[in-house]
């Protein structure tokens, strides 16, 4: 027997492959068909019960179903802060590699931790669970100057973690786009039970679409060392949505033009205004200079640099 009797979810949310959901239904029905003189082993609503949770495990989520996952969220954020953080977020300046305050908590991690993995502990999200107790703790590592921005919002917004600012709209923006909302209409909180917990929007739809694609096979190609595809692989494990990562998905909805609004998703994104919403674009101008940081930064090899790779 598993070790988990009470639900058919593995410990990484991974979800029971078909040919276990069937026989458990085949096991129900036969203690119904052994059962003496019409009298169910168990009773008849118990059994509906059992039959109708395996099938609903069974099957991923809707999209009514959706819940906002703070994984997908913070590999966004990764990926944001990566392309927008400077050797001056952590160093006096690109000539002088004196710590700054935000530099001094990166390093601290260990030099032997990969820069990515150091970046991703600091500026990982607190649960929403989370005690006041923890919270203050946490709170100097959240926002290391005190002014009431996150480190992160402020290395995508060009000002320093490690100095004191004033909130600009910038801030404010970023707040509002980079977030659970870029793909649902809600942030779901597990306290609140039953469907509709967190929609998507219609630019979370085209990354819920994009993680059908990969989990039946349709997305990823090739043969593994065994000499069976991929997308076979993909069909046999029944990956569920959490599984299947944000990181691809969005690659695949980068040119892509949800709102229609004549500006492709990733350049509203990278610009911060949302995908899904005709009436947040940017201008030609924001676009434009986006880029043209991108590409100086590709350029003076700025970011994390080869020197941390």
């Avoid at 988990?4 to 119904?32: D, E, Y």
């Avoid at 039970?193 to 679409?209: C, D, S, V, Y």
């Avoid at 990969?214 to 593994?224: L, V």
Wanted: charge should be positive; proline fraction near 6%.
């Amino acid at each position: 027997m598993s070790d988990n009797p009470a639900g058919f979810i593995g410990p990484n949310h991974t979800q029971t492959p078909p040919n276990q959901v069937v026989s458990a239904l085949r096991t129900i029905m036969l203690h119904w068909e052994q059962s003496n003189e019409g009298t169910p082993t168990m009773p008849k609503t118990r059994t509906h019960l059992l039959a109708a949770t395996l099938i609903a495990l069974h099957h991923p989520a809707s999209q009514q179903d959706a819940t906002a996952k703070p994984i997908h969220f913070e590999t966004l954020k990764l990926q944001l802060i990566e392309q927008h953080i400077r050797c001056d977020t952590c160093h006096a300046s690109r000539q002088d590699q004196t710590l700054s305050s935000y530099g001094t908590l990166i390093a601290d991690e260990g030099a032997e931790t990969p820069i990515t993995r150091r970046v991703r502990t600091v500026e990982a999200e607190l649960s929403s669970t989370a005690s006041d107790a923890t919270r203050k703790a946490e709170a100097p590592r959240i926002d290391l100057d005190g002014d009431t921005i996150p480190n992160w919002v402020e290395i995508l917004a060009g000002t320093n973690p490690s100095q004191p600012n004033e909130r600009t709209d910038t801030h404010e923006q970023i707040l509002r786009v980079i977030s659970c909302k870029l793909c649902h209409t809600s942030i779901s909180k597990r306290s609140q039970p039953g469907k509709n917990r967190a929609p998507h929007n219609a630019f979370g739809a085209l990354l819920e679409k994009a993680g059908n694609k990969e989990r039946n096979g349709k997305g990823r190609k090739g043969k593994n060392r065994k000499g069976r595809s991929q997308a076979g692989r993909n069909r046999n494990t029944q990956d569920s949505d959490a599984t299947i990562p944000i990181a691809p998905r969005l690659k695949k909805a980068h040119r892509r033009d949800t709102d229609r609004d004549k500006v492709k998703n990733w350049d509203e994104i990278i610009t911060f205004h949302h995908p899904a919403d005709q009436d947040d674009t940017p201008s030609e101008e924001e676009v434009k200079s986006a880029k043209e940081k991108q590409r100086t930064r590709r350029k003076e090899d700025e970011g994390f640099g080869k020197i941390h790779k």
